[in-house]
């Protein structure tokens, strides 16, 4: 036995409160109108067996393939996000960047020149019901590419104006709103050929004047910057990484801004997937480091360098982090296995110890890193476990009073079901050694772990199987009874609500 963990209900400082939508998910532009994403891994390469073939950016298109848009009334599909409780959605994505709102139907489904993809009323009108269905808040980026204007021209509102006005009048406004994805690559997230840092932070500017003076009511998001969580890991780099930080960093999209935003929004990876590791292999994790200290660390890491940027630029507002995962370029080959449920709700946990806010997993439904299978929408172990994390933990958080080490990762909540006590999750991350932990009094059990090993795609709870059942009716969530001292094994997730 490794260690001994205490849990107490008396006497914790509570650090805060976060936001009951923390658990909020991308619905890919892309997906909406249909196009570009990222290849499914086979069923070999997600079991970790034989040899993945590193493939660069510069053969990028072999790894992507052409999907029609997704159907966002598929009963399973609302059923399953209905029952996360109120969430933020977002559509976005760099296909966003260079979509036009053909809502009149006069492209007939032809992008206009300077444009990459058409987005019609119907199917716009379709995520506004989805919003609604599942009671979600919705937050977008608009357009910003050369079919709007060219890169020494301001940006234009015509187009943002359709969308804007057409979810109004439908009874579902946008909340929020972020004027670019991944701004920080310019052109390459899809913005006029030959476009500025400084071009940027003008454009940012006439966006948000734009939205404060007509759509006062919604939040201003931003800089929408990415490159943040992978930074954990790359001591050895770090010369490269002052280098790259300075020409491409986050304070390149808010320096000399003139216009306040309402909350401070970032894109968190651990890393770059298999997909497109090539030339990158300093920010690519091998599988067996995924639940190692240092991996673990990235989130909060990104997050603690976040918030001090935040307090820099924006000071009070919330901290956002609009797309989240195990790796960019559609996850790694285990990101749909129980392997991945270590760095997601370690992300929940030491997030909401260090800032209020909302994380947006990318995606709910699509690539390997979605909760949800692209096409039967299946829940992977990802699901379960946030479904959990929404049922046990409540908002307010408390210092556990354990310091984060291998094999204790303790994070502390209120009960989520209003009831005097509190929610624990210990995650015991060793591959080695079990962790025993003393209750002070009667409580319930709920353990995590893989079916046949850390890299299955199928979970257990405390033991059962997590599959859907007959008329996709979700599987007993229940947790177990229990007392005095507990030993929980390598290489498993648990709450105890106590």
């Known amino acids: 036995m490794a260690q001994t963990i205490h849990l107490r209900t008396e006497n914790l400082q509570k650090l805060r409160s976060v936001d009951p939508r923390l658990v909020s998910y991308n619905i890919e532009m892309t997906e909406v109108t249909g196009g570009t994403f990222w290849k499914a891994y086979t069923p070999e390469e997600i079991a970790g067996r034989g040899t993945f073939p590193m493939v660069g950016f510069s053969k990028k298109g072999s790894l992507m393939q052409v999907y029609p848009p997704i159907d966002l009334t598929q009963p399973r599909l609302r059923k399953l996000a209905k029952a996360l409780g ?37 199917q716009w009108l379709g995520v506004l019901d989805f919003v609604k269905a599942v009671g979600g808040r919705l937050l977008v980026s608009v357009a910003n590419c050369e079919g709007i204007h060219a890169a020494h021209e301001p940006w234009q509102p015509a187009q943002a104006k359709l969308l804007f006005d057409l979810s109004r009048e439908y009874g579902v406004p946008i909340d929020a709103a972020e004027f670019m994805n991944e701004p920080n690559l310019l052109s390459g997230s899809g913005a006029p050929k030959g476009y500025t840092f400084k071009d940027y932070i003008r454009d940012q500017d006439v966006f948000n004047k734009w939205l404060h003076e007509n759509y006062p009511e919604t939040l201003a998001v931003g800089p929408c910057s ?24 986050t304070e390149k999209l808010l320096k000399g801004a003139k216009e306040k935003m309402d909350v401070f929004s970032y894109h968190y990876y651990n890393g770059v997937s298999e997909r497109i590791a090539a030339g990158m292999s300093f920010v690519h994790w091998p599988a067996e480091k995924a639940h190692s200290e240092a991996y673990l660390d990235a989130a909060a890491y990104c997050a603690r360098a976040a918030a001090k940027l935040r307090d820099q630029y924006m000071p009070g507002a919330q901290l956002w982090v609009t797309e ?60 379960f476990a946030v479904l959990l994390w929404n049922t046990l933990m409540g908002t307010e958080v408390y210092d556990s009073g354990e310091p984060i080490r291998e ?30 932990v003393e209750l002070p009094r009667e409580a319930v059990r709920y353990t995590l772990a893989g079916r046949d090993g850390v890299r299955s795609p199928v979970m257990t709870l405390n033991g059962r199987e997590l599959f859907l059942g007959a008329n ?6 229940s947790g177990e009874t229990v007392s005095g001292r507990l030993v929980l094994a390598p290489q498993t997730c648990t709450f105890i609500v106590v």
Request: aromatic content about 10%; some cysteine.
């Open 472 to 477: 996709d009716e979700l599987p007993d969530l």
């Open 226 to 249: 990415v490159g943040g969580g992978q930074m954990g890991k790359m001591k050895l780099e770090e010369g490269l990484l002052k280098i790259v930080s300075k020409l491409v960093g």
């Open 86 to 122: 109120p969430v933020w959605v977002r559509v976005s994505g760099t296909w966003s960047t260079k979509t036009y709102y053909d809502f009149d139907g006069a492209a007939k489904g032809v992008a206009p020149e300077g444009f990459q993809n058409v987005l019609t009323r119907e």
């Open 407 to 436: 094999g204790a990762h303790v994070y502390c909540h209120s009960r989520r079901d209003g009831q005097k006590g509190l929610a624990y999750l210990i995650i015991n991350n060793s591959a080695t050694e079990s962790t025993a």
């Open 324 to 383: 989240s995962g195990d790796a960019g370029g559609g996850g790694d080959t285990w990101a749909s296995t129980y392997l991945d449920v270590f760095r997601t709700l370690n992300e929940l946990g030491s997030f909401a110890a260090i800032s209020d806010g909302v994380i947006f997993h990318n995606t709910l439904a699509s690539s390997d890193y979605g909760w949800l299978k692209h096409g039967t929408f299946e829940p992977r172990p990802n699901y």
